[in-house]
């Protein structure tokens, strides 16, 4: 995907969530309804969160500097992590609201919630959609698309509830389908912190099959030995690479390196590369603890 490409959902996103901030700001004041008002700020948070991910996406396409070599590349995985902890928080949030309400049930919703929440389905849904492709190959984004799917689940909860409550007085479901919706998220959410904690540790991104790179490495012709190899994410999208091979000759030894290099890069989603290539017995090298 092009930095446009992954920046235009940001903008229809904000856009849409800002809009339906001021409307439920709108209903809540005009009918009085401190549930309306009190969404209206947790779903401010997720503009916020939106945002977050948006300035870590423009950050990741600014050029490398004297001081920081990767550029700012890092800030993708920063965000992932911030909107998974975020995630969390909200849940956390949702589960004490709920399990307040089954102490204490509340009055089921009027039409004013009812209809804002289909609303909020409708634009968070909108949101959600525009994030698909992207959350697949970038964690970042998967971040964003978490975001916006728990609020999707959260408004949809509160439609469908209410308009069960209005026929019934099962005031007992409302709090019932936020935990269920809660737990749902969660599952996403842990996966997210997971992966996010994964790579803001330097561990071999999930998309990056290691065992295979080291068998395409090792059965290249004329290598005789692998070592010290190391794949780290520098961006949610962007995976570097450093190994030490030793070679049993000198031979077209440009027209090797780029046709590994080309390999790397085609067949196993590594985009920035760093070969060093050895000769003879390299045996104490490859047994310094902290070579590269």
């Known amino acids: 995907m092009t930095?446009?490409?992954?920046?235009?959902?940001?903008?229809?996103?904000?856009?849409l969530n800002l809009i339906y901030i001021v409307a439920e700001l709108g209903f809540g004041f005009s009918t009085n309804s401190m549930a309306l008002i009190a969404d209206a700020s947790h779903n401010f948070s997720d503009v916020l969160?939106?945002?977050?991910?948006?300035?870590?996406?423009?950050?990741?396409?600014?050029?490398?500097?004297?001081?920081?070599?990767?550029?700012?590349?890092?800030?993708?995985?920063?965000a992932a992590l911030f909107n998974a902890v975020f995630l969390l928080i909200a849940i956390g949030g949702i589960i004490t609201e709920a399990i307040?309400?089954?102490?204490?049930?509340?009055?089921?919703?009027?039409?004013?919630?009812?209809?804002?929440?289909l609303l909020g389905v409708i634009v968070?849904?909108?949101?959600?959609?525009?994030?698909?492709h992207g959350q697949k190959e970038d964690l970042n984004i998967k971040g964003a698309f978490m975001h916006m799917a728990a609020d999707t689940g959260v408004s949809l909860g509160v439609v469908v509830t209410g308009f069960i409550m209005l026929a019934t007085d099962w005031t007992w479901l409302d709090?019932?389908?936020?935990?269920?919706?809660a737990v749902i998220i969660l599952i996403?959410?842990?996966?997210?912190?997971?992966?996010?904690?994964?790579?803001?540790l330097n561990g071999v991104p999930n998309n990056v099959d290691l065992a295979a790179i080291t068998k395409c490495i090792a059965s290249q012709p004329s290598v005789s030995k692998v070592h010290d190899l190391h794949v780290w994410a520098i961006g949610t999208s962007d995976?570097?690479?450093?190994?030490?091979?030793?070679?049993?000759?000198?031979?077209?030894?440009d027209c090797f390196l780029n046709d590994l290099d080309q390999q790397l890069r085609t067949h196993y989603n590594?985009?920035?590369?760093?070969?060093?290539?050895?000769?003879?017995?390299?045996?104490?090298?490859?047994n310094v603890e902290n070579s590269i």
């Not at 690479?241 to 077209?252: K, M, P």
Request: hydrophobic share 45%.
């Open 3 to 15: 930095i446009t490409e992954k920046q235009t959902p940001f903008v229809i996103g904000v856009i």
């Open 49 to 78: 969160g939106l945002l977050v991910a948006w300035l870590a996406v423009w950050l990741s396409q600014k050029a490398p500097t004297a001081k920081r070599t990767y550029g700012y590349k890092n800030a993708s995985i920063l």
């Open 100 to 117: 307040q309400r089954l102490n204490q049930p509340a009055t089921p919703h009027g039409w004013t919630v009812i209809s804002v929440a």
């Open 124 to 132: 968070n849904g909108v949101t959600t959609f525009l994030f698909v």
């Open 175 to 181: 709090p019932v389908v936020s935990l269920v919706i």
């Open 188 to 200: 996403g959410t842990w996966g997210l912190l997971r992966d996010a904690v994964n790579l803001a």
């Open 239 to 253: 995976n570097a690479l450093s190994v030490h091979l030793v070679r049993d000759t000198t031979e077209n030894n």
């Open 270 to 286: 590594i985009q920035h590369i760093t070969i060093q290539v050895e000769y003879g017995d390299c045996q104490q090298l490859g």
